[in-house]
């Protein structure tokens, strides 16, 4: 007779629940596209408040159309209920992925700090977030630590050279 499973430790707990919000393509996606819509809403917006309010709300449109999408292609297989749950578990990394940039125009709305220079902290903040899950990634592969180091550092630099292309575009 074999012994029971163990439960998953805290840590182990913790680790998924980052893994699903944060280290999926549409977490990474939601990351960029909020980092854009910032940059696009710093060029026109009054205040760190309409930056916020014009990205975040521009960003739910996007999760919008995600879940939209996987419900339209899964449904018929799965039922509408289900693919619809399904699509707002899968897309739900968007919304998740961009909280810490969303944090940081609310500080510097909270603290009368200019539009452009949020719209930067928001920029830095993206690229840390992106560096940490190149890092992550290049860990898992089991490079070594400059290797992690230059894979983050690189993860970050294009998805910031993504971000700038949409601007360019827009």
Request: glycine fraction near 10%; hydrophobic fraction near 55%.
């Amino acid at each position: 007779m074999s012994a029971p499973a163990e439960a998953p430790s805290a840590w182990t707990r913790v680790k998924a629940w980052f893994d699903v919000r944060f280290r999926s393509p549409a977490a990474i996606y939601g990351l960029i596209v909020f980092a854009a819509f910032v940059t696009i809403a710093d060029d026109h917006a009054e205040s760190v408040w309409e930056v916020l309010l014009t990205s975040t709300g521009s960003l739910f449109v996007f999760f919008i159309a995600h879940v939209f999408a996987h419900t339209l292609t899964e449904h018929a297989t799965h039922g509408l209920r289900h693919a619809t749950r399904e699509g707002m578990r899968h897309g739900a990394g968007m919304l998740y992925a961009s909280v810490p940039a969303m944090l940081v125009l609310v500080w510097a709305g909270a603290t009368g700090v200019s539009v452009s220079d949020a719209a930067e902290l928001c920029g830095w903040t993206t690229f840390l977030v992106l560096a940490l899950l190149g890092y992550s990634a290049y860990r898992r592969r089991g490079a070594g630590l400059l290797g992690r180091l230059l894979g983050g550092f690189a993860t970050a630099c294009l998805g910031i050279f993504i971000v700038l292309l949409e601007l360019v575009i827009h």
